[in-house]
């Protein structure tokens, strides 16, 4: 009887281990993707406690729910599925009409007025950093606003003004120098990857984000089998004279009324009230929490509502490349055929005439212009080979002069790397550039003491 | 492309409409009610205090942290723990709750970081990109009003780069991160 027991275990064990063997390592399936554009003037922090402010209004509506690890999911359906949820910044300082940063104007403008308050604001940058937003009951920049001295409130007013100078200045620069497909490769080169991958997008921007969204929604849409059912674009403060979906501008919004009255360009009728009282809270009627997901306001429902609509509206696309377990997808700013190569690491080469490797597929391939050309790694474990995959490219034909974008994601993780600047593409050089393609970024692909795979990128 | 004055007319109006005050209304983070009356306003009739007078008072009192404002990007650190010590007292200040509390240190933590990182090397910036996200995500986490985050985010990166020095070296590293899209990590986001 013990024997029987002991063969039943060993049984279970090869069941189990087979089970093991065949596991899916992929997080996420397609599902929806949340791209949030950002404000102008926003650091990396300040996008994040933005986007995480999305996160938090499409929860607390209950748009979405969590599971206990922290991830976000629909709602079971009808058939008792739900899809993945996530949020990604596409992040953007500003540049502005003197070639520096917006950054760097503001900072300067901070410089010029904090005299004004005397020496003991020689080395108190805190201040700075209020003007823009980052205040609160314990700072001092409410401590000297609620002593309501003239000194300060002149201070308050010459800054404030000048800032606002500052960032309008900066729309009108974005506008008369909108990003280029180059400028835009990083950002555009990962919906691309989303749209092929199946992902639904809800793409929501902010102020200056807007002069983003509008032409990477344009570029998303350049993909086969991918359109507008798929991508929606929630404008939010909108600095931009057109628009690609809802948008919500307040009455008060001081930056947007700005901009409005330099006539750098023509923006959208306000649509929604913001009232006098609440400028004490946000002086510039701007700021995305503060005003546009405030649910206290008009501005907080109104946006709120876009956004459930546009999410619940999409619907997958018809793409039908793969979400591995990492992928690497190509681009390039025009016309002409470029190609992508895979070495994975048993020797295997992946490209246009051998599409199937051993661990991946190069499941989409352009010959046209622009790509994208993708290549996917399996998900299932057994079949992922550990070790360093290399991924190059070749000019087969027709791109000289083109300058090429090569990115890696990973399900787990998004974006891993992407060749920034983009890489220029050289000569063409047909098939015989097949046995030597300009080598770009290796990946590779481990897996730790407690079994989770890892994939990591480098420059080649 | 010039700035046209009629900008600074616009925005005073909507100030002074507003008494002034942009921002006195800020309401989180959780802060604990000041520990001595507040400086003289505009409703009773004594002497504007100098601005010099009202910070020395605010810090001796303890209604705002006293910030480290020495010329090293690093500040003081005694318990070698990535966080400056006044941060620290800063953040204690809150009186938040503890998950809460850690949150926001790992905020502080990544913000410090991201002043020390060596931006020219891609593996850092990376590193350094991915910490302040997980941190910002563990924050939104533990707290479930955006207000609060968002507030709690702003104060620490304008304690953290308090300085000329910290600013230059904070916005650096800001540019170097322009352009590229940045997932907000759900799982595993907290540290420990």
């Given amino acids: 009887m013990k024997h029987r027991h002991w063969i039943l275990a060993a049984v279970l064990m ?33 996008a994040l406690a933005g986007m995480a402010g999305i996160k938090r209004t499409m929860l607390n509506l ?112 974005i506008f008369e120098n909108p990003p280029t497909a180059r400028d835009a490769g990083v950002q555009q080169t990962r919906l691309k990857s989303l749209a092929l991958e199946g992902k639904k997008l809800l793409l929501i921007a902010h102020s200056q ?7 990477a929604y344009d570029a998303v849409l350049e993909v086969d089998g991918f359109d507008e059912s798929s991508v929606s674009v929630v404008h939010i403060a909108p600095a931009s004279p057109t628009i690609r979906g809802d948008y919500s501008l307040a009455s008060r919004d001081v930056i947007i009324n700005a901009l409005r009255v330099t006539g750098f360009f023509t923006v959208q009728d306000n649509n929604v009230d913001l009232p006098l009282s609440h400028l004490q809270e946000d002086a510039t009627g701007h700021f995305l929490v503060e005003t546009y997901l405030n649910m206290l306001l008009d501005t907080g429902p109104q946006v709120a509502g876009m956004i459930e609509t546009a999410f619940n509206g999409l619907v997958s696309p018809t793409t039908d490349a793969s979400e ?54 399996t998900c299932e474990s057994d079949d992922l080979q550990l070790g360093t995959y290399r991924f190059g490219i070749n000019n087969f034909a027709r791109a000289e002069g083109r ?21 220029d593409v050289g000569p063409a050089q047909g098939s015989a550039g097949n046995r030597s393609p300009n080598m770009l970024v290796d990946v590779i692909v481990e897996v730790d003491d407690e079994g989770v795979y890892q994939a990591s990128a480098r420059p080649n | 492309m010039n700035h046209p004055n009629v900008l600074i007319v616009l925005l005073c109006g909507a100030l002074t409409a507003c008494g002034g005050g942009g921002g006195s ?32 008072d605010a810090e001796a009192d303890g209604r705002i942290t006293v910030f480290d404002r020495s010329d090293d990007i690093a500040g003081g650190d005694v318990d070698d723990n990535g966080i400056r010590d006044d941060i620290e007292s800063y953040i204690d200040s809150f009186s938040l709750p503890a998950e809460r509390a850690a949150a926001a240190r790992q905020v502080a933590r990544s913000l410090q970081s991201a002043l020390l990182t060596d931006i020219t090397d891609a593996d850092s910036l990376r590193s350094a ?34 300085t000329r020095q910290r600013t230059d070296r904070y916005v650096a590293y800001n540019e170097a991160l322009s352009g590229e899209v940045l997932r907000l990590p759900d799982v595993n986001a907290c540290d420990g």
């Fill in chain 1, 14 to 46: 090869l069941v189990g281990a087979e089970r093991a063997a065949a596991e899916d390592i992929c997080q996420a399936r397609e599902g929806y993707v949340i791209g949030y554009f950002n404000g102008v003037g926003n650091t990396q922090a300040m």
């Fill in chain 1, 62 to 173: 209950s748009m979405v729910t969590t599971n206990d690890d922290g991830s976000v999911r629909t709602f079971l359906d009808a058939n008792g599925e739900s899809e993945p949820v996530v949020f990604e910044a596409f992040f953007n300082t500003t540049g502005s009409e003197n070639g520096r940063s917006v950054f760097e104007d503001l900072v300067e403008v901070f410089e010029q007025r904090r005299v004004e308050l005397g020496e003991i604001s020689s080395n108190r940058w805190d201040l700075f950093w209020a003007s823009l937003g980052g205040r609160g009951s314990r700072s001092l920049w409410d401590v000297l606003a609620n002593a309501e001295t003239a000194e300060f409130d002149a201070f308050e007013e010459s800054l404030i003004s000048e800032t606002a100078n500052a960032m309008v200045s900066s729309f009108g620069h």
């Fill in chain 1, 209 to 215: 984000g807007n002069l983003f969204v509008n032409p």
């Fill in chain 1, 324 to 377: 591995g377990f990492f992928t690497v997808t190509l681009t390039w700013d025009g016309s002409g055929d470029v190609d992508l190569h895979s070495f994975e690491p048993d020797g295997t080469q992946v490209f246009y005439s051998n599409r199937q490797g051993s661990s991946g597929r190069l499941d989409v391939d352009n010959t046209r212009s622009n790509g994208p050309e993708h290549y996917f790694a």
């Fill in chain 1, 403 to 423: 300058r090429a974008t090569l990115q890696v994601s990973s399900s787990a993780d998004g974006v891993l790397f992407t060749t920034n600047p983009a890489v």
């Fill in chain 2, 25 to 56: 209304g800020s309401s989180a983070p959780a802060a604990p009610p000041p520990s001595s009356p507040p400086p003289s306003g505009g409703n009773d009739q004594q002497p504007a205090a100098s601005i010099d007078s009202l910070v020395a």
């Fill in chain 2, 129 to 162: 990109s991915l910490a302040m996200r997980r941190a910002v995500s563990c924050l939104a986490q533990q707290s479930s009003e955006a207000l609060e985050v968002n507030e709690l985010v702003r104060a620490l990166e304008a304690a953290t780069a308090n």
